[in-house]
């Protein structure tokens, strides 16, 4: 067997942050995952539904890999990103990269992972993977999959292989942290400034506090949506709250990164988000009880709360975002000693 030493194998509660926490813990760099998730701008939210979908999906973060890209961006990480349509290279790189002693990130479908509870296709799945064997391979996924598992190499390529919405060609990637990385909270305020901006000003109405707006109005009509309430309106608040994310579609946590802000930096504006979140996170939680028991009951009056609360937190969001934004805006702030 071929593994990579010195793994923290620690599985968190976000795939992305989870796969970056074992690489950057590799490279000496320890950060919590609510500040990785922060530091990468990853809070956002999205009402998806088309065609060819069976039913709307919320989302609450950035597209797969952007908070990749956006926290190699803020720390000075030099990420080497390798995609191809062959499985043989694919194959190849990650090998090249393990037997090198460097653990790799992967994009992949989750559906084809043995281990995984809920064969539900998601191509924006990110697993850290630190070693292989003739038969396996072994990963580092989130705590709520095991943390340290493993898969079949077979498994693995299929899950690699995989098209559809949000997969990538074999997608893999490293990070490697400079000599002298900047010091993460210098990049909190930027961080936080670009997120808010990006939610404030969304270019379609389907993203940011407009598209939860939007979902407030349409959440309404779910039962008319669906030929299968049971499943579907209780499947659609399960991811809100155990799809990897902490609880409360994300909200949880830019809960917890803003606190840990708070705790850096002396800013009324920060703690103006900061007690907007925490109010958010339980709201998100009951929309999305609300959701499931709409489904479970066919109730109508259940959507119609949801849709209510939906519409506060569109506004609640947004309040917190516009405190947020004014970090940048040359108030003034101090860094805690």
Known sequence: MTTVKDIDARGTQHCETTALGVLLRHQGLDLSEPMLFGLGSGLSFVYWDGRNMGFPFLGGRVKPFDLTRN????LGLELQVRETTSARKAWDDVAASIDAGHPVGLQLDS??????????????HVVAMYGYDDHNAHLVDTDQQGGAVSTSLTSLAQARAAGGPMTAKHRSFTLTAPRNPPAPHAQIVPAITACAEAFLNPPI????????E???????TWLRRTDNPRLDLPQAAL?????????????NLYRDFLAECADLLDSSHLRTGHTLYTEAAVLWTEAAALI????????AQCLVRAGSILGDLARMEREAMQALIRLGDGTPSTIRP
């Not at 991811?239 to 909200?251: D, P, S, V, W, Y």
Request: no cysteine; hydrophobic share 35%.
């Open 292 to 299: 499931r028991k709409a489904g479970e009951s066919e109730d």
């Open 205 to 212: 109405a389907n993203l940011g506090h407009r598209g939860i």
């Open 111 to 124: 559906y084809h992972l043995d281990y995984f509870g809920a064969k539900v296709h998601f191509g924006g």
């Open 71 to 74: 926290l190699a961006g803020r």
């Open 214 to 220: 939007k979902a407030g109005t349409l959440v309404r």
């Open 239 to 251: 991811l809100m709250e155990k799809g990897g994310t902490g609880g409360a579609l994300f909200r």
